[in-house]
């Protein structure tokens, strides 16, 4: 296992100390699905530590999170038929066909409003023949009843950009062994058959110094994560520059970081933290 950081000076100590970011990659473990009290199927796919990596806290940190919400929209009719189609679902038998709602439904409409009623068998004759009948020749439209429904929660994505440049050659070698430390542990895996293993994964965890590198109270929390891209640019000052090093050294690197989290977010994730996930 690899402990790497960067920079490799001490963080210091007492209220001189320094915040940090900690990587803290995984072997995925798969296989192991539990359902919780809220019975939300929850998957242990954090293994054994392969590697730590520590990086100063960067100078833009933000998050950001959403749930997917649909528009959605149900007509009269639909709703006379959802209003069959559930009730046999739920006594296995309906009291009367749908045909006979439908005829129910436009005689009420009919002794109270003939245009109601006309609109309902319009509406009818539409869905048959797949033809907007009313909105072409009369310029109406039947009331769709929209409106924004929850369709399920999203995953996040998190990005970060670190400029890192030795200022001797341990550093110089503690850096390259971080960008390979990242490209190896997000790559996938061969084995001695058909099939390739999955990445190891990666615990994100925003650390405060003061507190002997107990989590950050003033930071969002991250779940565990996969590497999606990782971009090295060797010429971040935009021209060829290397050390006068054995190993020419490039004098700078930036490296830009993409993770997906694996799981979404659930109001009982925010217990225990001052601001959570």
Same mark, same amino acid.
């Given at each position: 296992?690899a402990?790497?950081?960067?920079?490799?000076?001490?963080?210091?100590?007492?209220?001189?100390?320094?915040d940090?970011?900690?990587?803290?990659?995984?072997?995925?473990?798969?296989?192991?699905?539990?359902?919780?009290?809220?019975?939300?199927?929850?998957?242990?796919?954090?293994g054994a530590?392969?590697?730590t990596?520590t990086?100063?806290i960067?100078?833009?940190?933000?998050?950001g999170?959403?749930?997917?919400?649909?528009?959605d929209?149900?007509?009269?009719?639909?709703?006379?038929?959802?209003?069959f189609?559930?009730?046999?679902?739920?006594?296995?038998q309906?009291?009367?066909?749908?045909?006979?709602?439908?005829?129910?439904?436009?005689?009420?409409?009919?002794?109270?409003?003939?245009?109601l009623g006309k %609109?309902?068998?319009?509406? !009818?004759v539409e @869905?048959? $023949?797949?033809?907007?009948l009313r909105?072409?020749?009369? /310029?109406?439209?039947?009331n769709?009843?929209?409106?924004?429904l929850?369709?399920?929660?999203t995953?996040?994505?998190?990005?970060?950009?670190?400029?890192?440049?030795?200022?001797?050659?341990p550093?110089a070698?503690q850096?390259?062994?971080?960008?390979?430390?990242?490209?190896?542990?997000?790559?996938?895996?061969t084995?001695?058959?058909?099939?390739?293993?999955?990445?190891?994964?990666?615990?994100?965890e925003?650390?405060?110094?003061?507190?002997?590198?107990?989590?950050?109270?003033?930071l969002?929390?991250i779940?565990?994560?996969?590497?999606?891209?990782?971009?090295?640019?060797?010429?971040?000052?935009?021209?060829?520059?290397?050390?006068?090093d054995?190993?020419?050294?490039?004098? %700078?690197?930036?490296?830009? !970081?993409q993770? @997906?989290? $694996?799981?979404?977010?659930y109001?009982s994730?925010?217990? /225990?933290?001052?601001?959570?996930?």
């Amino acid at each position: 296992m690899a402990d790497l950081r960067y920079p490799l000076a001490e963080h210091g100590a007492g209220k001189n100390a320094k915040d940090f970011i900690l990587f803290t990659a995984r072997l995925y473990q798969g296989g192991e699905v539990s359902t919780g009290e809220d019975f939300a199927l929850k998957t242990n796919r954090a293994g054994a530590v392969v590697d730590t990596i520590t990086l100063p806290i960067q100078s833009t940190i933000q998050d950001g999170n959403s749930c997917d919400w649909k528009e959605d929209s149900l007509d009269f009719v639909k709703a006379s038929a959802a209003d069959f189609g559930l009730e046999v679902v739920l006594t296995g038998q309906g009291k009367k066909s749908l045909s006979e709602i439908t005829a129910a439904a436009k005689k009420a409409a009919d002794t109270q409003n003939r245009s109601l009623g006309k %609109a309902v068998g319009t509406a !009818l004759v539409e @869905g048959a $023949l797949n033809a907007n009948l009313r909105s072409r020749f009369s /310029g109406e439209v039947m009331n769709p009843n929209l409106e924004l429904l929850f369709n399920g929660p999203t995953l996040r994505t998190f990005s970060f950009s670190f400029f890192m440049s030795a200022r001797d050659e341990p550093e110089a070698t503690q850096i390259k062994a971080i960008i390979n430390a990242f490209k190896k542990n997000m790559a996938p895996k061969t084995s001695q058959s058909l099939f390739l293993k999955t990445p190891n994964i990666f615990q994100i965890e925003y650390r405060s110094g003061f507190d002997k590198g107990g989590l950050h109270q003033s930071l969002n929390k991250i779940k565990n994560c996969a590497l999606q891209t990782c971009n090295v640019t060797y010429t971040p000052g935009g021209t060829y520059s290397t050390f006068d090093d054995p190993a020419k050294t490039m004098t %700078a690197y930036r490296m830009d !970081l993409q993770f @997906g989290e $694996l799981d979404p977010i659930y109001d009982s994730d925010y217990k /225990g933290h001052p601001i959570g996930f």
